[in-house]
């Protein structure tokens, strides 16, 4: 079955710089890689999503670029703000069975 | 539109009993998935469900756990003779109908403890 791994598991920036957060996966049958933001208490809520048609996808401060020959996709944060603390996960999917990474912790410093 | 709803959000069971989670998918949405998290890890796939059939469990436990989305109501996840290593949150998410690739949205989940 696929195997995500997901680095690092914590990470903290000052307000203002950038995040990255990268995830490798072992399924080369994998072909669409959702990022999702949890907070504490609460459930995941998806924040963008990349297929494997595609290399790259912005939306605002958040863009998600993906290698397919390398098996690895990263999630960008820009200016990040306060509100961006969370746990972020990665996953894959051939299909409806989602595999997870185990999560980073972002802390934003203001 | 309302999101995935899940009840209880937490839940106190002596080992032994039995535990009921309940979620609702999105309207419009007919698929079902069950994830468990353990503390401090990610979500772990469980079994995924549309209307009266179940299509893939094999995330679940052979014994006591058990899972179904009947044709009218809402999803029900059962464990049963609880025990101390089934503390965690349970989350549900559902999607549309159609193809593969479909998002998956996800309830606020289940805390689930064992005493």
């Known amino acids: 079955g696929e195997n995500v791994e997901q680095h690092p598991s914590t990470l903290s920036v000052q307000e203002g710089d950038s995040a990255v957060i990268k995830c490798t996966y072992s399924?080369?049958?994998?072909?669409?890689f959702p990022w999702y933001k949890q907070e504490l208490g609460k459930g995941p809520q998806l924040i963008i999503d990349?297929?494997?048609?595609?290399g790259e996808k912005k939306d605002q401060r958040i863009a998600v670029t993906l290698n397919k020959t390398a098996k690895h996709f990263s999630l960008h944060i820009t200016e990040t703000q306060p509100e961006d603390s969370a746990v972020y996960f990665c996953?894959?999917?051939?299909?409806?069975?989602?595999?997870f990474g185990t999560g980073t912790s972002l802390t934003v410093i203001p | 539109n309302a999101g995935v709803m899940q009840n209880p959000r937490h839940l106190v069971r002596r080992r032994g009993q039995e535990a009921r989670l309940r979620c609702s998918p999105m309207?419009?949405?007919?698929?079902v998935y069950w994830y468990r998290q353990l503390p401090e890890e990610g979500l772990k796939f469980m079994v995924y469900?549309?209307?009266?059939?179940?299509?893939?469990e094999s995330g679940m436990p052979k014994e006591r756990f058990s899972a179904e989305f009947p044709k009218e109501g809402p999803s029900i996840l059962r464990i049963q003779q609880v025990v101390r290593g089934d503390s965690a949150a349970y989350f549900c998410?559902?999607?549309?109908?159609?193809?593969?690739?479909?998002?998956?949205?996800f309830g606020p989940g289940t805390r689930l403890t064992v005493l």
């Open positions: 469900l549309q209307k009266e059939n179940i299509i893939d």
């Open positions: 998410a559902s999607s549309p109908p159609g193809g593969s690739y479909n998002e998956q949205f």
């Open positions: 990349i297929r494997s048609n595609v």
């Open positions: 309207k419009g949405h007919s698929h």
């Open positions: 996953a894959a999917t051939t299909g409806n069975q989602f595999y």
């Open positions: 399924d080369s049958a994998s072909n669409y």
